[in-house]
């Protein structure tokens, strides 16, 4: 299917270091990623999320609800990945259940992490320019959930979120989990 990666998502894997070429047809080769059965649980769980939120955001643009697209794109990102500007944002990400303590924890990211370690964890297992593209994504949301307020208008959010979703596709299309 990498052979069929629109050139702007090609475009982010180049940013990121990606090396995608395009495989024999049915072959996989994305690159592996090994995680424990209840790390890989809690990713695709969040992935989910992500793909809910992603959906939430573009129906609230076409209700022209910009409350509702700040809330849903904030709710895509932990708060310990938060600006500060957004740090204390009223809304709670979702779908962290799992390491859900992390809801308490400071906001530096510093301490704590819920007491899970996934966070150390997943840096370990996860290549540096994957890493890259979900630190990009986070700070995607974040900016979606500002212009929601500062530019109001649902076509930029709508532009934006096409942005998120080539981060999407450029991940989806190098990595795989184990
Ligand atoms: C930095 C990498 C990365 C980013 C960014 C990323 N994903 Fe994923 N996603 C993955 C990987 C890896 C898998 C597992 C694929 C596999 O093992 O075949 C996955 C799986 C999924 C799944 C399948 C979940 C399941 O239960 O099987 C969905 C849905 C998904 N992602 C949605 C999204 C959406 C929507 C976005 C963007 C808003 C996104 N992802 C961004 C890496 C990423």
Not at 29 to 56: K, S
Not at 100 to 109: D, N, P, S
């Amino acid at each position: 299917m990498t052979h069929r990666l629109p050139w702007r998502s090609l475009g982010i894997a180049a940013i990121f270091g990606l090396g995608i070429t395009a495989g024999a047809a049915g072959a996989d080769d994305r690159e592996a990623i090994e995680l424990t059965e209840e790390d890989r649980t809690h990713c695709l769980e969040r992935m989910r999320t992500y793909l809910e939120v992603t959906n939430e955001i573009l129906r609230a643009t076409l209700e022209s609800d910009m409350d509702a697209v700040r809330s849903h794109a904030l709710a895509a990102v932990p708060r310990r990945y938060r600006e500060d500007d957004l740090a204390d944002a009223e809304v709670p990400a979702r779908g962290t259940a799992a390491d859900g303590r992390g809801q308490g924890e400071g906001r530096g990211g510093g301490a704590g992490e819920g007491g899970s370690g996934r966070p150390d964890r997943m840096e370990a297992a996860t290549p540096e320019a994957y890493q890259g593209m979900m630190h990009h994504q986070h700070e995607a949301f974040q900016e979606i959930a500002r212009d929601a307020r500062e530019v109001a208008d649902p076509a930029h959010t709508q532009h934006q979120l096409t942005e998120v979703q080539d981060t999407c596709v450029a991940c989806h299309s190098a990595y795989r989990f184990e």
